[in-house]
């Protein structure tokens, strides 16, 4: 649909419509566009994207949306109106994917399920994701990120054994979901053109709770097999051991984990500590967890008198893994961050720039590349319904006029 191929990412020539609004669908697309899809942004005329209204902000501008909608054309387009319903269709027979995350049964609804949609371009990816996944005796339950990080077990586990669970402090779910939802949907698409022939798309569907989930197989495993109910700890708890949060005499706190063996036994080479190698209460990980509180006394004191630089210079030089809990100033000052581009600048037309974070995976051979800014809400309209779709200047006009656009 993209007749500029203006950069040669691994997904260049796929076309995306992310019908889907706030953060996981969003999300997904914005990572497809990242890798060279044509994303079209379809939103409600004159309201847009609840998440154009997300904080934080400055002179009114929400800071959030030029990360998360780079790569991206807006055009406004109401799909709950006849003329609306048409035009999203002619959209679709042109699309590789949609991504969309209205509550189940919704676009069914409004005559616009996959199989209306699939009639149209037996092709299309439909990837949905929703509160609850499309199934199951919620499916049709509201559902944002922070209510279904409860629901997924993970909150249960967040802060200290002595006070209440502690919800994330930004919208973790909804991007770890937008993850999965873009795996399954190149997935599918992998899939779908390597059925030569064929073209059949698919639907790729999940609950907002279920990436985060599907990252607790320890949870799981743990009570299926011993019936513990795992409660909060603040770190590794019950994973490996010495593992902990410890502030150097400079006054740094660090992060620092043993999860194998090796680590440990260079630990306590680091420490000079040797003979804690063959100590019978550290043999292995499972003495260690035993032992764990001797065992801190031990890594709080080595660490507590030195300086952060010499602390990291020493572990780093036995290969034990450590880094300083950096706050968000320090990622900004870090070499290393800047020697990989994790942050790089996009254009904003009213705030000149605004850093964003940059594209990862890298790709050697066909790299994601921001080939432009985050769209104004409608900004692609005369674009996609005049060039794409062959429209007349009269009907966008008349269109606007009926609230259709």
Excluded at 118 to 134: A, D, P
Excluded at 165 to 175: G, H
Excluded at 296 to 304: E, S
């Amino acid at each position: 649909m993209d007749e500029q191929n203006q950069n040669a990412g691994p997904l260049t020539g796929v076309t995306v419509i992310d019908a889907s609004t706030v953060l996981a669908g969003p999300f997904a697309a914005s990572l497809l566009g990242d890798f060279g899809a044509e994303v079209i942004k379809v939103e409600i005329p004159g309201t847009g994207d609840s998440l154009r209204g997300l904080g934080p902000y400055k002179n009114g501008e929400p800071l959030r949306w030029p990360g998360i909608s780079r790569n991206k054309k807006s055009i406004t387009l109401d799909i709950r109106t006849l003329e609306g319903k048409e035009l999203f269709k002619e959209l679709i027979k042109k699309a590789d994917i949609l991504i969309e995350n209205f509550r189940p049964g919704t676009l069914e609804k409004w005559g616009l399920g996959y199989d209306v949609l699939k009639s149209v371009n037996e092709g299309l990816i439909m990837s949905r994701q929703s509160g609850y996944g499309q199934t199951g005796p919620f499916a049709e339950k509201a559902g944002f990120g922070t209510p279904a990080t409860a629901f997924s077990g993970y909150t249960y586990l967040q802060g200290f054994t002595d006070r209440h669970p502690v919800s994330p402090s930004f919208s973790l779910l909804d991007y770890i979901s937008g993850i999965f939802l873009a795996l399954g949907t190149v997935s599918a698409l992998y899939n779908r053109d390597l059925e030569k022939g064929k073209n059949e798309g698919q639907q790729v569907e999940m609950g907002l709770y279920e990436g985060m989930f599907r990252m607790m197989e320890f949870l799981v495993a743990e009570f299926d097999q011993l019936g513990k109910v795992r409660e909060r700890s603040p770190m590794l708890h019950g994973h490996s051991s010495p593992a902990g949060i410890y502030k150097t005499n400079d006054n740094y706190w660090m992060v620092m984990v043993c999860s194998t063996q090796k680590t440990w036994e260079r630990l306590a080479m680091a420490m000079g500590h040797k003979e804690l190698i063959t100590d019978t209460r550290y043999l292995t990980n499972k003495e260690r967890m035993q032992n764990d509180e001797d065992l801190q006394i031990l890594i709080k004191d080595f660490i507590g008198n030195k300086n952060k630089d010499d602390l990291i210079k020493k572990l780093d030089e036995f290969g034990v893994p450590i880094s300083p809990i950096l706050n968000i100033e320090d990622i900004f000052e870090h070499p290393h961050y800047q020697a990989r581009e994790n942050i790089v600048s996009v254009e904003h037309p009213r705030l000149g720039s605004v850093k964003v974070p940059g594209i990862v995976p890298k790709f050697s051979k066909t790299p994601g590349k921001i080939r432009h800014r985050a769209p104004d809400l409608g900004e692609h309209n005369d674009h996609i319904y005049k060039q794409t779709l062959g429209l007349s200047d009269e009907d966008l006009v008349e269109l606007k006029k009926k609230g259709v656009i």
